[in-house]
């Protein structure tokens, strides 16, 4: 699986809230398997948009989606409760 650059927002956000290296972690396992169990790849509502989203941390999600079959685009990442 193939991920585009990260929009400098992205990067800005990751790194004002010091997670880079737990999002490289969980990149590097989305590459390998996107639906690995430490990632809970989840499809978000509503359905019919596809977008999806994999978990950075406990608090924070990355929100993705498919540019072609096996390239995606993180759109935001986020406070998962916020």
Same mark, same amino acid.
């Not at 990751?14 to 972690?25: I, P, T, V, Y």
């Not at 950075?56 to 390239?71: P, V």
């Given at each position: 699986?193939?991920? %585009? @650059?990260?929009? @400098? *927002?992205?990067?800005? +956000?990751?790194?004002?809230?010091?997670? *880079?290296?737990?999002? %490289?972690?969980?990149?590097? %396992?989305?590459?390998?398997?996107?639906?690995?169990?430490?990632?809970?790849?989840?499809?978000?509502? @509503?359905?019919?948009?596809?977008?999806?989203?994999?978990? #950075?941390?406990?608090? +924070?999600?990355? #929100?993705? #989606?498919?540019? *072609?079959?096996?390239?995606? *685009? #993180?759109?935001?990442?986020?406070?998962?409760?916020?």
């Amino acid at each position: 699986m193939k991920i %585009l @650059p990260l929009h @400098p *927002e992205v990067r800005k +956000y990751l790194k004002e809230r010091n997670l *880079e290296k737990k999002f %490289l972690k969980q990149k590097i %396992l989305f590459q390998d398997n996107l639906f690995h169990s430490g990632l809970k790849t989840e499809l978000l509502e @509503p359905r019919k948009m596809r977008i999806w989203s994999f978990r #950075i941390d406990r608090k +924070y999600r990355a #929100i993705f #989606i498919f540019r *072609e079959k096996d390239i995606v *685009e #993180i759109v935001d990442v986020n406070n998962h409760y916020q």
